[in-house]
């Protein structure tokens, strides 16, 4: 099901910024699939090619073209720290994920982006915003935390070749602004 509103091109998160990935910055991908980090705590895959990086940036732009993902390199004034993103699911609620470089951590930024993302589709007439983490993933589980979202429920997703119990996290309307920092 598609997203309810076409994603912005730029969010403006305080002093963090969301834009739009575009084909340039496959490297960003390609870096995040060499982080270990990334690797364990996200469904990321590992170890991307130029090929591959290229070839996600690409269908990164045509599923936002078919409202079904917006992805965003996550910055820091002329620093870019990762990415962010917000996706379509089949049940209609969107769906948040996050990916940090080792010197972008610790900054707040995930938190800003989980917040303005959720943020953004709250008020564009979404009832409720998800996201998933890995159990066990504290700094994750903080991250969504702050950012206003509660656990609802634990199920199994595949990462790679293994079934790993994921928390699933829910922002609503209902919930009301989320914290601030």
């Known amino acids: 099901m598609p997203l309810l509103a076409p994603t912005p091109d ?7 910024t969301l ?3 575009t084909p340039a910055d496959w490297r960003l991908e390609q870096a995040l699939s060499r982080d270990d980090d990334v690797i364990r705590w996200t469904l990321f895959p590992p170890d991307l090619s130029d090929d591959r990086a290229r070839y996600r940036m690409h269908r990164a732009a045509e599923a936002r073209g078919e409202s079904l993902l917006a992805r965003y390199s996550l910055w820091e004034g002329e620093e ?3 990415t962010a993103g917000i996706s379509s699911t089949a049940d209609g609620t969107p769906e948040l994920m996050y990916a940090l470089l080792p010197f972008g951590r610790g900054r707040g930024a995930a938190t ?8 953004w589709a709250l008020a564009n007439g979404v009832p409720e915003v998800a996201l998933r983490t890995i159990y066990g993933n504290s700094l994750s ?3 969504a935390r702050r950012a206003g979202f509660h656990p609802v429920r634990t199920e199994q ?12 996290w ?12």
């Open 10 to 16: 730029t969010l403006q998160l305080g002093r963090f």
């Open 19 to 21: 834009r739009i990935l």
């Open 112 to 119: 800003a982006a989980s917040r303005g993302l959720s943020d």
């Open 157 to 168: 997703q595949r990462q790679r070749d293994a079934l790993v119990k994921m928390l699933y």
């Open 141 to 143: 589980e903080a991250v």
């Open 80 to 82: 870019v720290l990762g």
């Open 170 to 181: 829910v922002r609503s309307a209902s919930d009301g602004p989320a914290p601030l920092p």
